[in-house]
């Protein structure tokens, strides 16, 4: 893989307050819970890879993974099941989470920032959303690989109890070849069932 040049990549949005970058991963699978993480990066932090994680290998993730905890300042990871999701809608269930992990950073920040366009406010939190602030914003793309990496390791997991569905590769998303195990062997207790899984989707075979 080419190299990421992430020259562009900015340390803050703003320094007055001490600053937290948020991301999610996993909202739009089929299956499986969606994960978010937060994490304050120190003010002379930065890397020659770091970038949004769709843009890396999985072995690069999972490297910057290390390399993220080792360095910041405060990190956290938080999840809300597929239950939650269908309960609340996925929107509302990946602010939700997000609220989780920032609650259990072990500082916190004054300042969020925030990869997408919603967000609901958290009461003592100044926040700002940013549209692919996962390509724009260390703190943000470091929050993305962490909730990548954590929600990967929890499918691979999962697997190992459904392995019809493949999450090992697929991680849950509605590949075809997710949709025809749907189709063939009907849902399990880990799909989201206010999504449109396919023509199986009512048989709870499991």
Avoid at 12 to 20: C, D, I, K, V
Avoid at 70 to 82: L, R, T
Avoid at 97 to 108: D, E, G, P, S
Wanted: hydrophobic share 40%; charged share 20%; with cysteine.
């Amino acid at each position: 893989m080419t190299k990421i040049n992430s020259a562009e990549l900015k340390a803050f949005f703003q320094t007055e307050l001490t600053e937290a970058g948020c991301d999610e991963a996993g909202r739009g699978c089929l299956a499986g819970p969606v994960f978010a993480a937060a994490v304050i990066l120190p003010s002379d932090f930065t890397h020659p890879l770091l970038t949004d994680s769709k843009k890396l290998s999985e072995k690069q993730r999972y490297k910057l993974r290390s390399e993220i905890e080792q360095s910041a300042i405060a990190w956290a990871v938080e999840s809300s099941d597929n239950e939650y999701i269908d309960q609340h809608n996925i929107l509302k269930a990946s602010v939700h989470t997000m609220h989780k992990a920032v609650n259990k950073l072990a500082i916190q920040p004054g300042f969020l920032i925030i990869d997408g366009n919603y967000f609901i406010a958290m009461k003592g939190f100044a926040h700002k959303c940013i549209v692919k602030g996962d390509s724009l914003y260390y703190s943000i793309a470091a929050a993305s690989i962490l909730a990548k990496t954590y929600r990967d390791d929890y499918m691979y997991n999962l697997h190992n109890q459904f392995p019809e569905y493949n999450w090992q590769k697929n991680k849950g998303y509605p590949t075809l070849a997710h949709r025809k195990a749907i189709e063939q062997h009907g849902i399990t207790p880990f799909h989201r069932k206010s999504f449109n899984l396919g023509i199986g989707q009512l048989k709870l075979t499991f």
